[in-house]
């Protein structure tokens, strides 16, 4: 069973839960964006929750099948065809032999995790399937997929039924004007208090640098630094520190302007300041954020993070639950 | 030094060990890595040195946020203590200064430069007060370099030159990052030395380019079978200038697995250092040689 890439899509990569372990030496955890969307499309076929599929961002792939199998698209409202005919996202869909998978234009989101029961079969690179292409590493040749690549699939684990979904109140909203809470931290005691406030009053726009890698983010006041005689070696810009590890989702402003969040393929260090982290539980809305949209960043302390994340784990249990 | 330990969200402590960069700072935050390391707090997912920092990643449904950061503070005294003495190994890489390769990407990128009217080696000689190009080549060729952290991308060391603070090297980042760095290159940024281990983005100045890969994520190069990337923090590198034979002969000796980099074991001991940097450097540079 494999999968025959006609087209390519925008950047469609292979991508599981990541590959931690190596951020060490500068390789970052990798892994699907929205991993809430990565495991429902998982959950539909049959897969265990973080087996490999496909990521596509703004613009599917298209694809043929070589043999019968079941499919699921979840995530962005990129919508899904079969042959050209219309089909339902965050549904088990199943597809026949010589069928061709397709994409309509994006409605909402960015990202479309594409799950095929077995799980996309490409080996295991120090101990993940994840694409990294900065590093050449993992997925299929170490890059996104292009037209003319073969893909193999794994065996399928469980049979389920064409047609199971994901209840609509446990579809994770794309689009809705979104809000990334932020616990303030690192360095952010470089900047003025009123800055500090001026930073969560304002609204971003998503610039069109928004990939793996970062998201980058406009239209804020800039930034105004506590001033100081810089540290030896730091640097001389203000927004210069002696290079330091960048947190996963950690928000440095390079020159005090255009904030910039990290995500899974994140650089894993350098030397720009930080001035907090996008808590865990408000990583994957970023994996669906589109250029040109609009949000806030919004304080919160531990305790209200904490809380997001045992409410992000209880939503990723009842997701499981539902489709079992 | 005074440490600072500061949440990077719910799954990261960073611990500042100190706000500039100097051995101690890296030594203190090496040992508090090893501490702990060794200390095999359960949570604790993965730990990261840098140069004069660390961070910590963990899973704060396994421990409490806050019982971590008391744990750390803990650790932090015995990290202190720690001796300054690390077994290593010296590295010679051979680098081609001035090469065609940076060249064209540092000319390509000018208008994001301080000094759109030179290069990065021109520039960097005239604010390091060097005279020529060449006396500058000759500095940062002459004194051996630490590697105090692996990262940014796969593989990439940072090193910190070997010699007394006012003889170190220094220079800005590029006013905007550029999109572009070839693979190999020699850069420096802050007090920092660098090499690109992939191609990519970028911003410290450009010098070089060296021959050795020291990143391969097929791990067919003979010296990167075990694993994929050369580097590790403590280790100590010696530049090597070569002209572009040299250079062309090395590229050809990496591809038909002929190349086997220089080599040595060696120990390292922070007081020895400080109280004889140019006696350390020199005894160094004879074990690199096999005398």
């Known amino acids: 069973m494999a999968l025959e890439i006609l087209k390519s899509g925008l950047s469609t990569t292979v991508q599981d839960l990541g590959r931690p372990g190596y951020y060490h030496l500068g390789i970052p955890l990798s892994g699907g964006m929205d991993r809430y969307a990565l495991a429902a499309a998982n959950l539909l076929v049959g897969n265990d929750d973080g087996d490999a599929v496909l990521e596509a961002v703004f613009l599917g792939p298209e694809i043929r099948f070589t043999a019968d199998a079941t499919i699921a698209v979840a995530g962005a409202e990129l919508p899904p065809k079969i042959d050209g005919v219309d089909q339902p996202t965050w549904t088990t869909l199943a597809i026949k032999a010589g069928q061709t998978l397709s994409f309509g234009f994006l409605k909402s989101g960015a990202r479309a995790y594409i799950a095929v029961a077995g799980g996309i079969d490409v080996p295991l690179v120090l101990g993940s399937r994840s694409t990294y292409p900065l590093g050449a590493l993992g997925g299929h040749e170490g890059r996104a997929l292009k037209a003319g690549d073969t893909l193999q699939v794994g065996t399928a684990k469980r049979s389920v039924r064409a047609g199971s979904t994901v209840a609509a109140d446990l579809r994770r909203a794309a689009g809705t004007s979104p809000v990334l809470r932020v616990l303030p931290g690192l360095y952010w005691n470089r900047i003025t208090e009123a800055a500090g406030r001026n930073f969560f009053d304002d609204t971003w726009k998503v610039a069109p640098e928004a990939d793996r890698i970062g998201y980058r983010f406009r239209g804020g006041r800039p930034l105004a630094f506590v001033p100081r005689e810089q540290p030896f070696g730091a640097g001389s810009d203000p927004s210069n520190i002696v290079d330091s590890c960048y947190p996963y989702g950690s928000i440095q402003v390079p020159g005090g302007t255009e904030p910039i969040v990290l995500h899974r393929d994140a650089v894993s260090g350098g030397g720009y300041f930080m001035i907090g982290t996008v808590i865990s539980a408000d990583m994957d809305v970023i994996g669906q954020l589109q250029p040109h949209q609009t949000m806030r960043f919004e304080a919160v302390d531990m305790t209200a993070a904490l809380a997001a994340r045992r409410e992000r784990a209880a939503q990723a249990a009842r997701l499981k639950s539902s489709l079992a | ?291």
Not at chain 2, 11 to 17: A, D, G, L, R, S
Not at chain 2, 49 to 54: C, D, H, I, R, V
Not at chain 2, 174 to 199: E, W
Not at chain 2, 251 to 261: K, L, S, W, Y
């Open chain 2, 1 to 291: 030094m005074k440490t600072r330990y500061s949440f990077g969200g719910d799954e990261h402590i960073f611990v500042e060990v100190d706000e500039e960069m100097s051995l101690e700072a890296f030594f203190t935050s090496l040992s508090m890595t090893n501490a702990v390391k060794e200390s095999r707090i359960k949570g604790v997912t993965e730990i990261c040195p840098a140069n004069a920092s660390l961070q910590i990643k963990f899973d704060p449904d396994v421990i409490a946020p806050d019982d971590l950061l008391a744990e750390l503070k803990r650790l932090e005294g015995a990290a202190a203590a720690a001796e300054s003495t690390v077994n290593t190994r010296i590295i010679e890489i051979p680098v081609f200064y001035g090469d065609p390769w940076t060249h064209e990407t540092l000319m390509r990128f000018r208008e994001r430069h301080q000094d759109p009217s030179g290069t990065d080696l021109q520039y960097a000689a005239r604010i390091n007060g060097y005279a020529s190009v060449e006396a500058f080549i000759a500095a940062h060729a002459g004194s051996p370099w630490f590697v105090t952290m692996v990262g940014f991308v796969a593989g990439l060391p940072f090193m910190y030159q070997m010699v007394e603070r006012s003889k170190q090297i220094q220079v800005p980042k590029y006013l905007r990052p550029r999109t572009d760095t070839p693979k190999l290159t020699v850069g420096h940024g802050g007090c920092f030395g660098c090499i690109y281990s992939v191609r990519g983005a970028g911003g410290y100045q450009l010098f070089g380019i060296t021959p050795m890969p020291i990143y391969d994520p097929n791990q067919e190069i003979s010296y990167l079978r075990d694993f994929m990337i050369f580097f590790k923090p403590g280790d100590i590198v010696k530049f090597k200038p070569v002209d572009r034979d040299g250079y062309d002969a090395a590229v050809q000796a990496v591809e038909t697995g002929r190349f086997d980099p220089l080599i040595r074991p060696t120990t390292f001991s922070l007081e020895a250092f400080h109280a004889d940097p140019a006696g350390t450097n020199k005894k160094l540079l004879e074990v690199l040689r096999g005398a």
